[in-house]
């Protein structure tokens, strides 16, 4: 791994097997949970245990995690006492873990509370090209998650309609003192995305202060508004730091990734990458020398 073990948490699926987001966007990529059958929906496994299998699997001790609350869907779609349920489980058992979600916001405002007691350290809100009163229902939310000292930022997909309207997406930064942080277009048309992306980067420009420098260890633009608002611009993903196990993975020209570090968990099998679907792990097969081989596979450590 990289820095401590990550795993993104697909919370929504302890409420359904399908995913039934409360958006529809194309650009969605599920955040690459993307295994439709092949398991039985019936035998769940906590995420606490499937956690834990991973650890000893790797031979790690070590209580530095992070996970991440994302999905399918939107987590904040499960009913307030799993969210809460799940949230406890996870603190009891690992304590010093942080905790980050993203969500699209559209339920930060009837679900503050939970978040409050949850114990969270950040909230990635994805702004999906909202307007009117939606737009205000999220960011009423936004501002009372803040007030709970809890970190938010706003993330923003660089598409032609961002493009169009780069002006809006600076004014609620600069109004509302949320950073912002902004991201290439995942597609498989990558000319496409590659050229949308450089033509947002170069219009993106001419709103932002003179403090303007890349951050090589991140792989992103750091920079603010010129009112002093913190943007930052995530770079198209590099892949010179990988294991070689990703170096030589037959699926790497279509990887996107750029959290390729994460293992994926859901309460039917651990994914060990977002593109590859041969080397799903079944809590069912009982083999944690199947599993280290599988997470190897999927880039999860360099030994």
Not at 144 to 169: G, P, Y
Not at 211 to 229: F, L, P, V, W
Not at 265 to 290: A, H, M
């Amino acid at each position: 791994m990289k820095n401590k073990m990550k795993f993104r948490i697909d919370l929504y699926a302890l409420k359904s097997e399908k995913a039934n987001c409360n958006l529809k966007c194309s650009y969605c990529h599920l955040d690459y949970f993307n295994i439709n059958s092949g398991f039985d929906a019936g035998l769940k496994t906590d995420f606490t245990d499937l956690i834990k299998m991973c650890q000893k699997a790797i031979g790690s001790e070590d209580s530095s995690l992070k996970l991440h609350y994302s999905g399918r869907a939107d987590p904040l779609l499960v009913d307030k006492d799993v969210f809460m349920r799940e949230t406890t489980k996870i603190r009891d058992q690992f304590s010093s873990a942080e905790i980050v979600m993203t969500t699209n916001g559209i339920r930060l405002y009837e679900y503050s509370e939970v978040i409050r007691l949850s114990g969270i350290n950040k909230i990635n809100v994805s702004h999906h090209n909202y307007s009117g009163e939606l737009e205000a229902k999220v960011f009423k939310g936004i501002e009372i998650v803040r007030n709970n000292k809890m970190k938010i930022i706003l993330n923003v997909v660089a598409t032609e309609e961002v493009l169009k309207n780069i002006d809006h997406f600076i004014r609620l930064g600069d109004k509302y003192s949320i950073s912002l942080k902004f991201f290439n277009l995942i597609s498989d048309d990558k000319a496409y995305s590659g050229e949308l992306f450089a033509r947002f980067v170069k219009e993106l420009r001419g709103y932002c202060s003179e403090e303007y420098y890349e951050d090589t260890i991140k792989n992103r633009i750091e920079t603010s508004s010129k009112a002093g608002n913190r943007i930052s611009i995530k770079l198209a993903e590099k892949f010179y730091n990988r294991p070689d196990a990703c170096q030589n993975c037959p699926f790497l020209k279509k990887c996107d990734e750029s959290c390729w570090d994460t293992i994926r968990l859901t309460p039917w099998y651990i994914k060990p990458c977002g593109v590859r679907k041969d080397n799903v792990y079944f809590p069912g097969e009982q083999n944690l020398s199947i599993l280290k081989s599988k997470l190897k596979s999927g880039g999860k450590f360099y030994n």
